[in-house]
């Protein structure tokens, strides 16, 4: 199985920063995507950040420019670097992991697996 444990969640002021971390263990030798996912109290989980195994990043609108998704192969932790932080960012903050259907199947678990959640508060 693959376990993700998160990292970093906090409060900060508007304007402020901070960075969350997600560690991965388990079945995790390669992997097709790696991202982050918020959800806003009665809102809709979404993507904030993505980053596939070629390299390639992917952000939410709001969140371009500020937000910085990185991977430590070497130590299994996708990072999610946020700045310049708003009321809007306020949510549940989910890492998430796409082993890939090939993966999945060849292990028998599951192809996507979630982090337990980080609440970030950004206050005005």
């Known amino acids: 199985q693959v376990q993700l444990v998160e990292s970093g969640g906090g409060s900060v002021q508007t304007g402020g920063s901070l960075k969350l971390s997600c560690a991965a263990s388990?079945?995790?030798?390669?992997?097709?995507?790696m991202a982050w996912y918020r959800q806003a109290p009665g809102k809709q989980r979404e993507m904030v950040a993505a980053?596939?195994?070629?390299?390639?990043?992917h952000y939410l609108d709001s969140v371009r420019g500020r937000f910085t998704i990185s991977i430590d192969n070497g130590k299994n932790v996708v990072s999610l670097q946020m700045n310049s932080l708003n009321p809007g960012d306020t949510a549940v903050y989910y890492c998430?992991?796409?082993?890939?259907?090939?993966?999945?199947?060849?292990?028998?678990?599951?192809?996507?697996?979630w982090g337990q959640g980080t609440l970030v508060t950004v206050s005005s």
């Open positions: 388990g079945i995790i030798a390669s992997f097709d995507e």
């Open positions: 998430n992991v796409d082993i890939g259907i090939r993966t999945a199947l060849a292990m028998g678990v599951p192809r996507f697996h």
């Open positions: 980053t596939s195994s070629d390299g390639n990043t």
